[in-house]
């Protein structure tokens, strides 16, 4: 079991679009757990989102992350989400 967490203003690029930070959100996970020669069994996801956050960064950002976990053999069973001033993502796996 592992779990990280990234937040927009520290761990990204300002120019990473919503698909990629999806994606990182999930990798940094699953890096985690292959650099113990495991493999994941299920990754979840809690999300800290500004209120100013558009549908269509939020869709884009899930499809990312769900694309991460496809191509890594795993598939995202649950999570939480929370109102937050900073972007922020938190992954277990």
């Known amino acids: ?22 994606w990182h959100g999930i990798a940094i996970n699953l890096s985690d757990i292959a650099s113990m020669g495991g493999e994941p069994l299920g990754i979840v996801v809690a999300l800290g989102l500004p209120k100013t956050m558009s549908e269509s960064f939020f869709s884009d ?9 496809t ?21 277990c796996a």
Do not use: F
């Open 1 to 22: 079991i592992t779990t990280d967490m990234i937040v927009r203003s520290t761990h990204l690029p300002q120019n990473a679009d919503p698909w990629q930070i999806g």
């Open 61 to 69: 950002m899930v499809k990312g992350a769900a694309a991460c976990a």
């Open 71 to 91: 191509d890594y053999g795993t598939s995202i069973v649950g999570g939480d989400t929370k109102e937050s001033d900073i972007l922020t993502v938190a992954g």
